[in-house]
């Protein structure tokens, strides 16, 4: 079993209302999970938002907090409701409607990596899935609520940036549209999960910082935005994801003669980001 649920940095002060999270980016692989999948160690991590947590975790230099995940997303999906049980993957398990992250093996305890591949050769008690959600998504889950808490509590309003990658891939069917490929989408449910103020405010950071920027396609965020974005209660959530050529040999699972160039481009970025709502009244609730 990984070591921990989850890693929160705190700033010296808080005072910043915005919290960075990295559901995807953990990596703590245990052998007693090595050994019950049927993929090596490389193919294990295809579906790992690789290197992301790497770009958020100076968010507490300027006044925010940041949290990861520990267990990989491999063992545990956060960015799923933890009722998303895959009856393909989990004995016990009843099929309950159509649910097409379910369907594609991409439930709360996922059943296939990138590209479809099995992560295991049979089934799993319905007793382990629960287990690990009960160590694992439970914790996570409950920090990250608790520390929006503390923002809000603070500054009147609270903002989530819920940090991801994307495979380059993703942006193909755009590619092709011929608009220029983004590097970065950000994900607000179609407008059901952020005031537009808080969206716009992101868009310009990444736009300041050279990124080219699109919103909600293909990506219009998941569980995460979907259960914390509540901008009527002052409470906004966005998803961003970031095309992983940008920084890292996709293949290989390592970073590119890039990396470095980007890391500081997204240094500047969570500096902005993080700068959402000091010294002004509590954003507008849409």
Known sequence: ????????LLPATQNSCVVFASPHSGRDYSWSFLRKTVLNEHAIRSSEDAFVDEFFDCAPQFGATFIKAGAPRAFVDLNRARDELDPALIEGVRRIGHN???????????R??????????????????????REYWEPYHSKLQALLNVAHDRHGQTVLIDCHSMPHEAMDGVARSGVRRPDVVLGDRFGA???????????AAFAAAGF???????FAGAYITQAYGKPSKGQH?????IDRSLYMNEKLIRPNGDFAAVQAALRDVVKDVAQIGQGRLPLAAE
């Open 1 to 8: 079993m990984p070591a921990a649920a989850f890693d929160v």
């Open 112 to 133: 296939v990596v990138a590209n479809g591949r099995a992560i295991y050769r049979g089934k799993m008690s319905l007793h382990e899935a629960e287990e690990r959600i």
């Open 237 to 241: 959530a966005v998803q961003v994801e």
């Open 193 to 203: 999960a952020a005031s537009g103020e808080v969206v716009d405010r992101i868009e």
């Open 212 to 218: 080219i920027v699109t919103r909600n396609a293909p």
């Open 100 to 110: 097409p992250r379910i369907a594609s093996g991409l439930g709360v305890i996922p």
